[in-house]
């Protein structure tokens, strides 16, 4: 299976989404990196890395990068096929450290454009639901939905999974099976 250069996986909370991307990496023969941007503040989120990194099994590498993406993409190589799970949470932790949003979505997307590697991006769509009632949730669901648009935009394919089934959006449809 030859990927794209960029591919970006979208779909709702708990849409399958990751196992997805996951199963695109498996299929490749490249030296398989994940970027997670995850942070493990309780011990639900602790036991959901736990299950990603058993679902996922040993032949990765894993690199926490929750805030400098950037870098952990800047290490990657020709050869590696990359999965960022995920640019919500990424965007989240952007939001809350009080960052730049603007400037940190453009070194983003300007990392994704020089890393060598077949990078796969996860990220959560936030637009099918209610508007948030409060202006934190309105500002991030705005932010999120800025990115995903930047993101989708870039991108060689796009695929949305709902109910663990994946549509390809953008890109040829073949590369999936």
Known sequence: MALPQF??????????????A???????????????TAQAFDDEMRAKISDHRSQRGPDWLTIEAPLDVKSALATCTIGQIVLLDCATLW???ILLADQDIAAACASLLAALTT????VIVVSNEVGHGIVPDNKL???FRNAQGRLNQLLAAQADLVVQVTAGLPQTLKGE???LT
């Open 22 to 36: 996951e199963s695109l990496c498996f299929k490749s023969t490249k030296t398989r990196i994940y970027i997670a």
């Open 173 to 175: 449809a073949g590369l």
């Open 137 to 139: 949730a309105r500002q």
């Open 91 to 93: 965007l989240s932790n």
């Open 7 to 20: 591919t970006l996986v979208l779909g709702g909370a708990s849409s399958g989404k990751s196992a997805f």
């Open 115 to 118: 890393c060598p590697a077949h």
